[in-house]
């Protein structure tokens, strides 16, 4: 069966610092990847997508950007976090744009 | 742009009563209708789907109803217990990879 994870599962960054959000999935071949940010009591907002190794879309123009360096890991970056970064990350894969699994999250606090 | 309308925000039932929470999509290509359920500090769990050429589905206590005509979809809740206490969100596919979420309806029942 297929498996999301998501680490770290907190993380608390001073504005300024860097970011490194790691997301990898078990069990399946080729997924679309997602990176999905929740504002605390809002809804899902689509930050990327990935159809493919080194293939990246960009939704929401900012200060974050994703790579995808192997097949079934999705990374989410910054180079200088803002307050306004804060907030509840969420990773997911799909097949063949079908169902969209998610994984754990991440929950960011930027200070 | 596309847009998923949400409503309510908020829902409280009795237990053993029953929960509706509606949808209206914007773009007509839309063809693929996920509901969530997301418990606090946890990643969006799909408990049901339905697609554009099915008019209803259901499993076991949820239902989901879908309008193409109108551009609704519904989520239904038999017999409610206080384990579907829960944030739950609509989405509707745009385009082969993506979703577009609805808002959310925080879901409280009354034991």
């Known amino acids: 069966s297929q498996t999301i994870h998501q680490w770290p599962a907190t993380l608390v960054q001073p504005v300024g610092s860097p970011l490194s959000l790691e997301c990898t999935v078990e069990?399946?071949?080729?997924?679309?990847l997602y990176w999905y940010r929740q504002a605390a009591g809002r809804g899902l907002q689509l930050l990327f997508y990935s159809v493919g190794i080194g293939q990246i879309s960009s939704e929401v123009p900012q200060n974050l950007s994703a790579s995808r360096p192997q097949d079934r890991q999705f990374i989410l970056s910054s180079k200088k976090l803002l307050l306004s970064d804060s907030g509840f990350y969420l990773c997911?894969?799909?097949?063949?744009?079908?169902?969209?699994?998610f994984g754990p999250g991440t929950r960011l606090t930027v200070t | 742009g596309e847009n998923v309308e949400q409503h309510p925000s908020t829902l409280s039932v009795q237990e053993g009563d029953s929960a509706v929470i509606k949808c209206t999509y914007s773009d007509s290509a839309s063809n693929y209708f996920p509901w969530y359920k997301q418990e606090l500090g946890k990643g969006p769990q799909l408990i049901i789907d339905i697609r554009s050429n099915v008019g209803e589905k259901k499993d076991q206590r949820i239902a989901v109803t879908l309008n193409k005509t109108a551009k609704h979809f519904s989520l239904h809740i038999t017999e409610t217990q206080p384990e579907d206490s829960a944030v739950y969100f609509c989405?509707?596919?745009?385009?082969?990879?993506?979703?577009?979420f609805g808002t959310g309806t925080r879901l409280k029942v009354l034991a």
């Open positions: 989405a509707a596919s745009i385009g082969t990879y993506k979703y577009i």
């Open positions: 997911a894969w799909s097949l063949n744009g079908n169902e969209q699994y």
């Open positions: 069990g399946t071949s080729n997924p679309n």
